[in-house]
């Protein structure tokens, strides 16, 4: 498929494809952009998330679990499908994640109240999703104090840091730089902090080419090379670069094996595919594993359009 064909499959899909196709893509009017995004909450994807919020503003009944309908992770993907900021059911989930998460004794996010801290990773994705629905409470400065605080000498971060942990984990660092560049684009006056914070964990990740052992050169785990969507709070090179391409970071040659790798992923009529899921209870299916995925090839074709310009 030539690329205007590939636009246009992709401009065939749901609404928050077409929306973030015209954002990153293509180039369109803000006005036709907005109108776009205006309807993810009336029709398709969006819509039938936010119809499934139930009469006490949660979802699936539940603040963290059941995974994936919960209420934390409906609304970390609507966050991630670019529903309007100022949606008001989605406001409503965001502030009981925070009125019933927040821990007074460390600042972070903590459910689970038989520990007696907050937990990372959990942090960092209501971190993000509070900014992103722009609750306005002095709280979250704490959710980002805390994940500061939390930032290992090896410049990223791990939820098991409490239990001993040393060195970093992938999955926990992404979420907590995704919910600190939420916070930043929030309280702009608190970007030097995230700078020098973002800057040690983008080093640490480009140490390992992303998904290698910076020892061995060989692959960490298989799974951060299978391209998933919803990525949940799991990590893949396709969701980091997604996030790089997003920030506009500092083009490194580290980042070659990881483009290549993406690049290799393309089928031969132009597009990706879905490679995986994580296992857990879902509301609906997407896109099937297995077939062409148009959140996959939008995700792809944006990182390589950031990477080649």
Not at 91 to 102: E, F, N, P, R, V
Not at 121 to 142: Q, S
């Amino acid at each position: 498929m030539e690329i205007n064909d590939i636009i246009n499959w992709l401009l065939e899909g749901d609404p928050s494809i077409r929306y973030q196709t015209k954002r990153d893509l293509l180039i369109s009017s803000s006005n036709e952009i907005e109108k776009e995004q205006m309807k993810i909450s009336k029709e398709g994807w969006g819509y039938l998330f936010l119809s499934k919020q139930d009469k006490a503003g949660t979802w699936g009944g539940n603040l963290y679990s059941p995974k994936w309908i919960s209420t934390t992770y409906t609304l970390q993907l609507l966050r991630r499908v670019g529903l309007q900021p100022d949606n008001s059911k989605a406001k409503a989930g965001a502030k009981i994640l925070l009125d019933k998460g927040y821990y007074d004794k460390d600042g972070g996010i903590n459910y689970f109240r038989s520990l007696n801290h907050s937990e990372t990773c959990v942090t960092g994705i209501i971190l993000a999703i509070t900014c992103y629905f722009n609750i306005i409470d002095d709280r979250i400065d704490d959710l980002a104090n805390f994940l500061l605080k939390q930032q290992m000498p090896d410049g990223g971060w791990n939820c098991q840091s409490f239990n001993g942990a040393t060195h970093s984990s992938f999955h926990t660092t992404l979420l907590a730089l995704e919910g600190l560049w939420e916070y930043k684009k929030k309280t702009p006056c608190q970007n030097n902090i995230f700078e020098e914070s973002k800057n040690k964990a983008i080093e640490l990740l480009l140490q390992h080419k992303l998904y290698k052992s910076d020892k061995t050169g060989k692959i960490i785990k298989p799974q951060f090379t299978r391209f998933s969507f919803p990525p949940r709070w799991y990590y893949d090179v396709m969701k980091a670069l997604d996030f790089m391409q997003k920030i506009n970071a500092p083009k490194d040659k580290r980042f070659n094996d990881a483009i290549n790798l993406l690049i290799k992923k393309q089928t031969k009529e132009g597009l990706w595919k879905l490679q995986a899921k994580h296992q857990g209870k879902v509301f609906f299916e997407m896109e099937k594993v297995g077939e062409p995925s148009r959140w996959n090839t939008l995700r792809a074709l944006r990182i390589l359009k950031w990477w080649n310009n």
